[in-house]
Nanobody, 113 residues
Framework: QVQLVESGGGLVQPGGSLRLSCAASGSDFSINPMAWYRQAAGKQRELVATITGGGRSYYTLPVKGRFTISRDNAKNTVYLQMNSLKPEDTAVYYC???????WGQGTQVTVSS
């Protein structure tokens, strides 16, 4: 069993920044590829970014150049640094062990003036 707990969401103005964290327990975290997803109201959940156990990252086009995914295997934590936030980034953000049924509970990010 794997537990994932996200934190760091909140309300931010357009152009601002937030850093999300996802703390993992119950697995050998360092070997698991991890991912961040988001789901806006009335829309399907979509992939945001992924990172391998070795730190290789991938970003989807809407966030490339603005978001950075990283991980600290010593702390069993994956991060999502979000810069230059736009209103369209508003969503509930979830972390996931890639390809697994394990998801966090989500953290709300609202970008609004």
């Amino acid at each position: 069993q794997v537990q994932l707990v996200e934190s760091g969401g909140g309300l931010v103005q357009p152009g601002g920044s937030l850093r999300l964290s996802c703390a993992a327990s119950g697995s050998d975290f360092s070997i698991n590829p991890m991912a961040w997803y988001r789901q806006a109201a009335g829309k399907q959940r979509e992939l945001v970014a992924t990172i391998t156990g070795g730190g290789r990252s991938y970003y989807t086009l809407p966030v490339k150049g603005r978001f950075t995914i990283s991980r600290d295997n010593a702390k069993n934590t994956v991060y999502l640094q979000m810069n230059s936030l736009k209103p369209e980034d508003t969503a509930v953000y979830y972390c996931r062990v890639s390809g697994s049924p394990y998801w966090g509970q989500g953290t709300q990010v609202t970008v609004s003036s």
